[in-house]
């Protein structure tokens, strides 16, 4: 039975899981029966190009409560999670993958913990059945990291599996690979953040998607974040710091120029450490002027013009169902 306006929506972002896709709603449906609450599952079509596009389609006409939103190409996980939350409508919103890894079983646990007063629930695969080497300690750095540099103290950034409250997420802009620190950012904003043990399932069907340079992605997104967080209304406290910094070196290295003049009378047109002298001022200036403005200026851009990070292709919905066969008839 579909509702205008479920209480809970289920946003899942999909890339080329077609044979992973009908088991999942299949979970999903038989778990989400059982809260008390209504809900939607909205299945975010990321450029797939295998056949999940066609399952996807054929699960919506079979159930009204599952939207499908596909995106004209690969965009990436954070635009097709941003996709999802833009197009859903309920007041909770747990986010998870579409590759059976996350388990749908422990969602009311999440949506009963988001009761207890807190905004954002985060899944921590304490017992994560991937390989060592090439997922689990990378991401054992990057959170170890992400928690020293955005102070929030959980253990698992990278678990897609979490439920917010849609106040929380309507204040948030996503960029670059920025969805795995959500709670980061919400907590930047003065939410209470909470985290619980959840279920990890080896991958059965088909590949990951995660490589190293997600990884390098991720790093470079968590710098960017750290940033934002500490220093987007102050920002000349970063740059400045590192402006003023070269401007001292720059200061030293002509010190040093002239004290060579007048001790060992070398040349200043022809001494090197003229040039770099002139070279740290240059970048000591740029630093102050440029850096902060190249990051600002793509934010700018989207949200004062709207502009969405996704595209697309179409939204197929029961409402979209009702009205192709009302006009058959």
């Not at 077609?18 to 975010?44: A, C, H, M, R």
């Not at 999802?84 to 749908?104: A, C, E």
């Not at 079983?105 to 009963?112: C, G, L």
Request: a neutral charge; hydrophobic letters at 40%; charged letters at 25%.
């Amino acid at each position: 039975m579909w509702h205008e306006n479920p209480q809970v929506s289920i946003v899942i972002p999909v890339f080329n899981e077609e044979d992973n896709l009908y088991p999942l709603y299949q979970n999903l449906e038989f778990v989400l029966n059982s809260i008390g609450k209504t809900w939607e599952i909205v299945f975010v079509d990321d450029g797939s190009k295998d056949k999940s596009a066609d399952v996807l389609r054929e699960i919506s006409c079979r159930d009204g409560r599952v939207k499908v939103i596909r995106l004209k190409r690969n965009f990436g996980q954070t635009a097709a999670m941003s996709a999802g939350f833009d197009y859903s409508k309920g007041s909770i919103i747990v986010t998870m993958d579409g590759d059976l890894q996350n388990d749908s079983s422990d969602i009311p646990r999440m949506i009963d913990k988001l009761e207890e007063g807190y905004d954002v629930v985060s899944g921590w695969r304490k017992d994560r059945k991937d390989p060592f080497l090439s997922k689990r300690l990378p991401s054992l750095i990057s959170n170890k990291l992400a928690s020293w540099l955005t102070g929030l103290q959980i253990h698992d950034n990278g678990c897609t599996l979490k439920a917010y409250r849609r106040e929380i997420i309507s204040e948030i802009n996503l960029y670059g690979e920025q969805h795995r620190f959500i709670p980061a950012m919400a907590f930047a904003l003065g939410a209470d953040i909470t985290e619980i043990e959840v279920i990890h399932h080896p991958r059965v069907n088909g590949e990951s998607k995660y490589g190293i340079t997600r990884v390098v992605r991720g790093f470079l997104d968590l710098i960017a974040l750290k940033f934002l967080i500490s220093y987007m209304t102050r920002p000349m406290q970063v740059f400045g710091g590192l402006g003023l910094f070269a401007i001292f070196l720059g200061v030293l290295s002509g010190m040093a120029t002239i004290m060579l003049k007048l001790i060992a009378g070398i040349d200043m047109t022809g001494n090197p450490m003229l040039y770099l002298t002139i070279l740290l001022f240059v970048l000591g200036f740029q630093s102050i002027s440029m850096g902060f403005l190249g990051e600002i200026s793509i934010r700018t851009y989207h949200e004062t013009q709207g502009k969405p990070i996704y595209a697309v292709r179409e939204v197929i919905s029961e409402e979209d169902t009702l009205a192709a066969r009302r006009l058959k008839a």
